[in-house]
């Protein structure tokens, strides 16, 4: 079932279930799905909907450290609440052992020597690492591997 249908049926659920914060996050990543779809008049598959679900993970995350730092715990906890409801459409995150796995095959078959091959290992692990992992942190990472090559 398309990702965009599993978050239609889980919106309805949400309404039957009088689940109102559960109701409220599925209701802004539609909202986000379809105003992308409007402004790039395409309809969005998997990957495109994953790519909006990620934003909004990124987006709730920065949200949440705001909040803190303005000492609005009432916000955290909603953003918090609401942060859980989103994460459940992210696929499993792969672990730091499997990550590095991934970028020493990368580093491998890209023939990358030095940090200024970066780039190139990024470009072979983004689409293999899509939605999987932190790409900040695998970029922290595939530095760390590149300087010590």
């Known amino acids: 079932m398309p990702l965009k249908q599993v978050i239609a049926d889980d919106m309805k659920s949400a309404m039957r279930e009088k689940d109102s914060v559960r109701l409220e996050a599925v209701r802004m990543l539609r909202a986000a799905i379809q105003r992308k779809e409007i402004d790039d008049q395409t309809e969005l598959d998997d990957a495109g909907v994953l790519a909006i679900v990620q934003k909004m993970v990124k987006q709730s995350g920065e949200s949440i450290k705001q909040f803190t730092a303005g000492d609005r715990m009432d916000l ?5 609440a609401s942060l ?9 995150q792969l672990s730091d052992e ?3 796995s991934y970028i020493a095959q990368a580093i491998d078959e890209t023939g990358a020597a030095s940090s200024c091959d970066m780039g190139k290992v990024m470009g072979w692990l983004k689409p293999k690492l899509n939605g999987q992992a932190d790409m900040g942190k695998v970029s922290q990472q595939v530095k760390v591997s590149l300087k010590s090559e």
């Open 76 to 80: 955290v906890e909603k953003e918090q």
């Open 84 to 92: 859980e409801f989103i994460k459940v459409y992210m696929p499993a």
């Open 98 to 100: 499997q990550i590095q």
